[in-house]
């Protein structure tokens, strides 16, 4: 059974910090590995990950991944308040279309 | 951009009622997807369907049923709601093979007392 598991489950920072959240997982036949920002609603997609080692960025976030100790790590520098959300972490296989998704984490950024 | 819209964003229904919970997406999305999420379980999968007229169950399928007629269209069905049911509910959709990003709709906060 694929297995998503997702720390720490919540993290309280003041704003302009830097966090690290983090998300391993155990899957047959990986695929891919997404990270989700879900505010009061809708989770909206950040990034797709399917190659170890490659930094994936948008502004102030960035992930990577490492297939090979099965984690992938999604930072945030410079936190906002906007920031504020619970980020999920979903791993795909090969064969397919389920994402398997982890608890997620829910970031507070205090001003 | 992907839409997909879920009918209504909050509801209260009554044990043993049957509740239809209705999901719209505009993107031509041959796969579409609904999960609940709970404090403390994440985002689980109850039902998916990848064609009109096929389903297939998801980790969590008892007390539910789903309906997809039209490609657009995917209802996921309480037959008889209970309390345990009470719970978020998310639409998703996405392409068919290799394309795994799914797209998500705002959500149904279903309470049933």
């Known amino acids: 059974e694929d297995k998503v598991v997702q720390s720490p489950l919540s993290l309280v920072v003041h704003e302009g910090d830097t966090v690290t959240l983090n998300c391993s997982y155990e899957v047959t036949n990986f695929r891919s590995l997404l990270w989700y920002k879900q505010e009061k609603k809708a989770p909206t997609f950040l990034f797709m990950l399917?190659?170890?080692?490659i930094e994936k960025k948008s502004g102030r976030l960035s992930s990577i991944l490492d297939k090979k100790e099965l984690f992938s790590i999604l930072n945030i520098t410079a936190t906002q308040t906007g920031d504020s959300a619970v980020y999920l972490c979903?791993?795909?296989?090969?064969?397919?279309?389920?994402?398997?998704f982890g608890e997620g984490t829910q970031l507070t950024v205090n001003p | 951009d992907v839409k997909v819209t879920q009918s209504s964003r909050y509801l209260v229904k009554r044990t043993g009622e049957k509740v239809f919970l209705e999901c719209v997406q505009d993107m031509d999305h041959e796969n579409m997807f609904w999960y609940r999420q709970d404090p403390g379980l994440g985002l689980r999968l109850i039902y998916f369907?990848?064609?009109?007229?096929?389903?297939e169950k998801g980790d969590i399928p008892e007390g539910y049923s789903v309906s997809r007629e039209k490609k657009e269209r995917f209802s996921l069905i309480l037959e008889s709601a209970s309390t345990n049911q009470t719970s978020m509910y998310l639409c998703?959709?996405?392409?068919?093979?290799?394309?795994?990003?799914?797209?998500f709709g705002p959500g149904t906060r279903l309470l049933v007392l």
């Open positions: 399917t190659s170890s080692g």
């Open positions: 369907s990848y064609d009109v007229k096929m389903k």
């Open positions: 998703a959709s996405s392409l068919l093979f290799g394309r795994e990003t799914q797209y």
């Open positions: 979903a791993v795909a296989p090969t064969s397919g279309s389920r994402l398997t």
